[in-house]
């Protein structure tokens, strides 16, 4: 029986499709002690992580596996200073050390901050001027300690720095280290309350927030893994995503371990379709999870056969409807869509047992009781544009839901004005209860009198064969208050000029109405992005 059964009490359709659900928890729960180790007491050989590189290294490791190597480097953590609410950012690509850095982190109750490797030295020192950190635990790859080192400079704290795998410098070499420290561990008394994790978001309408989860968060993810990426008890599940992003915490830990999966993880740099389909058959990945551009590449270069995979999820951007279709001819699966945000867990998707619904969000979780307002907190009508709130249950807040921003009381208490958790998403709702994202409210247009949402209008442009990304804003008009303005980054061998940018708008100007017309057009050799891939909007409006 998958453990979290023992916590959860669930209501299924009889098409198996979830339809309420009750978690209960000790006030002391820890998914280190009562998840892994629990797992690894009663079935120790039971798969937990399996690992490759593009250097066709390989590991399998067992649930006692990762109970004994985070222990270890637990032990290398405490014996070092690093106790229980001390800070400590980790930046581990998708080396497997990473997940007995997370379980040692959370035993001992410290506060872990993953970050990704991609960031700057100006991306770091904007972090580390957030949060004072008791140490750091980065991968030797590329120039990751240089840029942390840099950042470093002039810090009013000075965090005990460690590398994995190889000596880098003057960094202390945790592999090494662990090796010398015992396999036990006594218990340390945590709250579920107290901080777990910190993730940094991504910035895509200004820096990046601090946001801040505790020791429940783990048990809003048993949704996210069963009900929506179709993991389940002796499974294999495969999230694509780098370890320093919380999407990693959604498919590659939490979740999966709690109802019994085994988790892929493929250690590369550069994407490859190709490499990924490769891995996805020899290791026998049962369930799939990747955002709307690797399903992109994957239809381009025509996807093999994957006879293992029996459930595939995407969530993050925009997924247009023909790739949706190639995929389900190709493979006979339906791709089921998500959504949520770093400061939640999964808020609305198509789920296992529903007709998944091409291009919507899906139906809301039975997590959450989600609403649409309007600006003045009135109940948004059906078909209308609203924006997604969260509405607690019993006065109790949201499990999976944030407990603070990083020093920002002030900003936390803004997005729970009115007594509800304020998205800023929009979004607008069919009669069969399905959930239709709309944009950003700081993303809205607003053109001659009307809100125009930019992610309509993209998922027209993206349909053009000649367009391979887009992107839209508002710009300012004198008439119109403002216009609608699309950047565009051509498809591979596609030259811009004058006839193709009248071809495109007649193309998107012919399905969409008037109000939506798009008019300008800017081609652009790539879009400005934040280091997860999300498009910077600001930065667009600016060139105007």
């Known amino acids: 029986m998958s453990i979290y059964k023992e916590y959860v009490k669930e209501t299924v359709d009889e098409n198996g499709s979830l339809v309420d659900i009750e978690i209960n928890y000790p006030d002391n729960f820890n998914f280190g002690y009562d998840c892994l180790d629990v797992i690894a007491s009663r079935t120790p050989d039971k798969r937990a992580l399996v690992w490759c590189n593009t250097e066709n290294e390989e590991h399998i490791f067992s649930f006692e596996d990762i109970r004994r190597e985070s222990n270890k480097v637990a032990n290398v953590f405490l014996s070092s200073g690093v106790k229980k609410g001390d800070k400590v950012m980790v930046v581990l690509k998708k080396h497997y050390e990473y997940w007995f850095v997370a379980m040692a982190l959370c035993k001992i109750g410290a506060v872990m901050i ?60 945790l592999s090494e280290e662990k090796e010398a420290q015992s396999d036990k561990l006594e218990r340390i008394n945590t709250s579920v309350t107290d901080p777990m994790l910190l993730y940094f978001t991504s910035g895509t309408t200004g820096y990046p927030k601090g946001v801040i989860h505790d020791h429940s968060y783990p048990f809003a993810h048993i949704v996210t893994a ?87 999820s995407t969530a993050g951007e925009f997924l247009s409807p023909d790739i949706f ?103 607008w709702q069919d009669e069969n209860g399905a959930l239709w994202f709309h944009g950003r409210f ?15 209008i993209e998922n027209v442009l993206i349909e053009h064969p000649s367009v391979f990304e887009c992107s839209v804003v508002g710009i300012p008009d004198p008439a119109r208050g403002q216009a609608i303005k699309a950047f565009i980054v051509p498809a591979k061998g596609i030259v811009p000029s004058k006839a193709l940018d009248k071809e495109i708008k007649d193309y998107c100007n012919s399905r969409l109405a008037e109000y939506k017309w798009i008019r300008t057009i800017e081609f652009v050799e790539e879009m400005p992005k934040t280091i997860s891939g999300k498009i910077r909007k600001a930065e667009l409006r600016k060139k105007g």
């Open 114 to 173: 993953p970050v990704t490797h991609m960031l700057t030295e100006n991306d770091f020192r904007y972090r580390f001027s957030c949060a004072e950190l008791k140490g750091i635990v980065a991968t030797p790859d590329e120039d990751v300690t240089d840029n942390v080192e840099k950042a470093l400079a002039g810090a009013s704290f000075s965090p005990i720095l460690w590398t994995v795998q190889r000596t880098k410098g003057s960094w202390r070499n």
């Open 226 to 312: 069963k009900y929506w990426q179709g993991a389940y008890d002796g499974g294999l599940h495969f999230t694509v995503a780098e370890t320093g992003w919380a999407k990693a915490s959604w498919g590659k830990l939490y979740g999966q371990w709690f109802v019994g999966s085994a988790v892929m993880a493929f250690d590369f740099d550069n994407f490859d379709p190709k490499q990924l389909v490769t891995i996805i058959n020899r290791y026998g990945v049962t369930s799939f999870c990747a955002p709307p551009t690797i399903y992109r590449y994957l239809m381009r270069k025509g996807t093999p056969d994957m006879p293992s995979l029996k459930h595939a």
């Open 325 to 427: 279709n190639k995929f389900t001819e190709r493979t006979g699966l339906v791709l089921h869509e998500g959504y949520g945000q770093t400061e939640t867990a999964l808020i609305a998707a198509n789920f296992v047992g529903q007709k998944a619904v091409d291009g919507s969000m899906g139906r809301p979780s039975p997590l959450y009781s989600v609403k649409l307002v309007q600006q003045d907190g009135s109940d948004t009508p059906q078909g209308e544009i609203g924006e997604i709130v969260l509405v607690p249950k019993n006065g109790k807040k949201p499990l999976g839901v944030f407990t603070g921003y990083l020093d920002n009381d002030e900003l936390y208490r803004n997005v729970w004005r009115g007594g509800v958790y304020h998205t800023g998403d929009s979004a």
């Open 442 to 456: 700081d993303d809205i247009i607003k053109s001659g009198g009307f809100r125009i949402g930019p992610y309509e």
